[in-house]
C-alpha cells in the first residue's frame, strides 16, 4: 500500500510538513478561536487512510491530518496550493461538505508554539 503522506508530500503547505517533521502529532484546546485540535502523526494519517478507506471517499484532492477531537477531520485540498484547513465529516466523507475552519495551517502551529 502506497504512503499518503510521502506520496502527498510535495502537494502538502510548506508550513504543515516543517510542523509534522519537526514535531509530529500533537494534541489539546487552542482556545476560544481554534478549539480542539488533534494532529495525527505521521503513523496514524496512514493507519486512518487505509482503516476507514479515505481513498474511497475522499480520492486525491484531500489530505486528512487531524480532527476536531470529535465528528470533524481536518483536511488540506491539495489542488488549491494553500495551507488552508477544512473540515470534513467523518460519518458520510462527503467531501461537497467541507467547510473552511482555518484560513492558514500556520495560525494553529503559531498558537501550539504559544501553548507550550
Partial sequence: MADKYNDSRTSLPVSYV????AHGG?????????GDVVL???TSIQDRWKSYQMAE?????WF??????GDEMLCFDLPSG??????LP???MSTEKSILRYESFS???SAIFNRA
Fill in 18 to 21: 516543517r510542523y509534522i517533521e
Fill in 26 to 34: 500533537w494534541e489539546g484546546d487552542l482556545g476560544d478561536d481554534l
Fill in 40 to 42: 495525527w502523526d505521521l
Fill in 57 to 61: 471517499f475522499l480520492g486525491e484532492r
Fill in 64 to 69: 486528512p491530518f487531524g480532527s476536531d477531537g
Fill in 82 to 87: 494553500t495551507d488552508r484547513v477544512f473540515h
Fill in 90 to 92: 467523518y460519518i458520510g
Fill in 107 to 109: 495560525d494553529v502551529a
